[in-house]
């Protein structure tokens, strides 16, 4: 059974939790930090920010105002696209760690594979784990010829690929070659951002067990394995994102969820970003 505090083993032996708050476009400090706030005291154990998303900071003092000691919540982060290459990651990785005001980042993540860079992005994120300042190398909008490209000169696989993925969208062949080499998959607009929301289907199912769409989502993204990081800066949403744990989908549920992929992303392709 899973609870809000269940993790997965990442390769490393490092516990990262299954479910936590993304904090993308949460601009406005104010409105960050008391969803994050909201997020923690409701049990949430995990924080999926980046450079890019400009609230590192209030990810800290979050952190520091609920009373929650450092270890006992997980935060990742992410090198933005003009910040990389090897000494630019390295100078990025402080000014985020700055920001966070900790001395360690639990996961630190290539934002986007930025064409004939993130090689060397990858280089500095595992001199980063040498170091010991993050407990977990990983990337983000990884395609399979990004990960066999960093495959060839890394000394270790990242321990995660953080990608779009929701029930419009369900990278089969992503997610399967990151199984087979041991990369957990994060989720990322794991609602579709908002927009599979109105699905009938999936609307049907969670009405089986008295649960909302985004719920009946967010527990098939469990189920399946994924990591889930849905955001809302919504008191009652954040609740109700978190409220999942008292009901499980059947296997029949599972597959008609399944058979609504239409491949639709809501995101960039990793291949056509406007780098
Ligand atoms: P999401 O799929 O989590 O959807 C968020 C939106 O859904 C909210 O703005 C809100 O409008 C709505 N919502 C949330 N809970 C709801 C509920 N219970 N009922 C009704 N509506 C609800 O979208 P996202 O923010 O794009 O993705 C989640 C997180 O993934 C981000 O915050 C960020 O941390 C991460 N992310 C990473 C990347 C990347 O490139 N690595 C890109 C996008 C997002």
Request: charged fraction near 25%.
């Amino acid at each position: 059974m899973y609870t809000i505090t269940s993790t997965k083993t990442l390769h490393n032996g490092i516990e990262m939790p299954r479910f936590g708050l993304g904090v993308y476009k949460m601009d406005d400090p104010k409105e960050a930090f008391n969803a994050i706030i909201k997020a923690l005291e409701t049990g949430y154990i995990a924080i999926d920010t980046a450079a890019f998303y400009k609230n590192e900071q209030q990810v800290g003092e979050a952190l520091r105002a609920s009373g929650k000691r450092r270890e006992e919540v997980f935060i990742t982060s992410k090198v933005w696209n003009t910040d990389q290459g090897y000494d630019e990651t390295l100078r990025a990785f402080e000014k985020t760690l700055t920001a966070l005001n900790t001395d360690y980042v639990d996961l630190y993540l290539t934002h986007w594979p930025v064409p004939e860079k993130f090689p060397e992005t990858y280089r500095a994120i595992e001199r980063l784990y040498d170091e010991k300042l993050i407990q977990a190398t990983g990337v983000s909008n990884h395609e399979i010829h990004h990960l066999e490209k960093l495959f060839a000169t890394a000394n270790i696989k990242p321990m995660v690929n953080q990608i779009e993925l929701h029930p419009y969208l369900s990278q089969v062949e992503l997610r399967h070659f990151c199984e087979e080499n041991d990369i957990a998959v994060t989720a990322w607009s794991p609602l579709g951002r908002g927009r599979v929301l109105q699905d009938e289907t999936i609307a049907a199912i969670g009405e089986k067990y008295g649960k909302s769409v985004a719920q009946t989502i967010i527990r098939w993204h469990l189920q399946s394995g994924h990591i889930v990081i849905p955001k809302s800066v919504t008191p009652s949403r954040i609740e109700e994102n978190a409220n999942i744990f008292d009901f499980e989908l059947t296997a029949e549920d599972m597959t008609a969820i399944d058979a609504l992929n239409r491949n639709e992303r809501f995101g960039s392709h990793p291949d056509h970003f406007a780098y």
